[in-house]
């Protein structure tokens, strides 16, 4: 009696983990019109140990808004994004600025002053002329990898 | 008018906002002090003694900074490239971060950032910073750059976003915000003073 009822228990978990598994919701279709793009990216100079930012413009020419989920580099130990913003008397600072979102049409700029993709703890030197790979993980089109130059802003 | 008192003290207190806004803040002055820096190369200078006789374009970072550091130490730069002579003018960066922008570090951020033999990058013992920060009413606070709180070796500043020029004497004389002021503003004031 008691392995019968295990038994219709089982199924009954089963099915619903393989129904929950096929159906899924709707952002993780694995069908995405369109695509994002990044562009237009440079990172600063650093050396060994230190932090670098890289900037760059990322277009959402999907159908839906997506949104950063998670930034990562080879040659950094630490990476996220960063704003930076004026606090009071001409102050300023920077602060974690996570889970940036980008609607469908539009873009999202990283740029000096502003929202930056924070490199911390770099594994070697960055120096102009270099190029580094930055990996940038959106919620629903999953990981976009670019390769930026290394350069002084003028 | 129950209210009066307060309205009053509305007032008043907006008069204080308005006049305090409008009147720039008095420019910081040495009065005969000197403070004991070190430069990249790690030899000590006496700050601003060393760096009378010739008129200085003073600004502070740390090198930590990557996003509007690099955007103050690039304007240094265009004021540099921008003024048609540069004889007798010179360039100082002073850290706010002297536990970790020590001498070598400094060196390299020269290097990295192609700044040449015009350029003095300062740091020294913390206390001795900090008190000619306070001097020059330069603020520099840590903060937490980890959201997720992984690494508290990892910090930021924020910080005064300030180029001064200091003349001759070494005199404070002119005060900017750093990372937005147009370079030839500074090299119009520099032309007067120098
Ligand atoms: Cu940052």
Redesign the pocket.
């Known amino acids: 009696m008691f392995s019968t009822r295990l038994f219709c228990l089982t199924v009954f978990l089963v099915t619903t983990f393989l129904i929950g598994c096929s159906s899924g919701d709707p952002e993780k279709e694995p069908v995405i019109l369109g695509k994002i793009e990044l562009s237009d990216g440079w990172a600063r100079p650093a050396a060994q140990g230190q932090?670098s930012?890289v900037y760059m413009s990322i277009s959402n020419g999907t159908a839906s808004r997506d949104s950063i989920s998670n930034i990562a580099s080879p040659i950094a130990a630490n990476a996220g994004i960063?704003e930076?913003y004026k606090g009071e008397n001409g102050i300023i600072g920077?602060r974690p600025a996570p889970g940036q979102v980008i609607p469908s049409g539009e873009d999202l700029y990283f740029k000096p002053n502003g929202l930056?993709i924070?490199l911390m703890k770099l594994k070697e030197d960055l120096a102009v002329g270099d190029s580094i790979d930055v990996d940038i993980t959106f919620n629903r089109v999953g990981t976009h990898s670019i390769r930026v130059p290394v350069k002084v802003q003028q | 008018m129950k209210n009066r008192p307060i309205v009053f003290m509305l007032l008043a207190g907006l008069f204080c906002l308005a006049t305090a806004c409008s009147n720039p803040d008095v420019i910081p002055n040495f009065e005969d002090t000197n403070f004991s820096l070190v430069n990249e190369d790690g030899s000590a200078v006496n700050f601003p003694e060393d760096f009378k006789g010739q008129t200085s374009v003073i600004t502070f970072i740390f090198t930590h900074c990557?996003?509007v550091c690099p955007v103050i130490t690039a304007n240094m730069k265009n004021i540099q490239s921008q003024l048609a002579d540069t004889t007798g003018i010179q360039f100082i960066e002073i850290s706010f971060d002297p536990e970790r922008d020590t001498p070598s570090v400094l060196a390299k951020y020269k290097k990295l950032y192609k700044l040449n033999e015009q350029f003095s990058l300062l740091t020294g013992q913390p206390a001795e910073v900090d008190s000619l920060l306070s001097k020059l009413e330069i603020t520099a606070i840590k903060t937490r750059?980890d959201s997720l709180h992984r690494d508290s070796s990892e910090y930021?500043m924020k910080h005064s976003n300030t180029i001064y020029i200091m003349d001759e004497e070494g005199r404070i004389r002119k005060e900017y915000p750093a990372n937005v002021v147009p370079p030839e503003n500074v090299i119009e004031d520099l032309q007067k003073i120098r």
Do not use: E, K, L, Q
Request: glycine share 0%; proline share 9%; no cysteine.
């Open positions: 932090s930012a960063h930076t920077m930056h924070m | 990557p996003d750059v930021a």
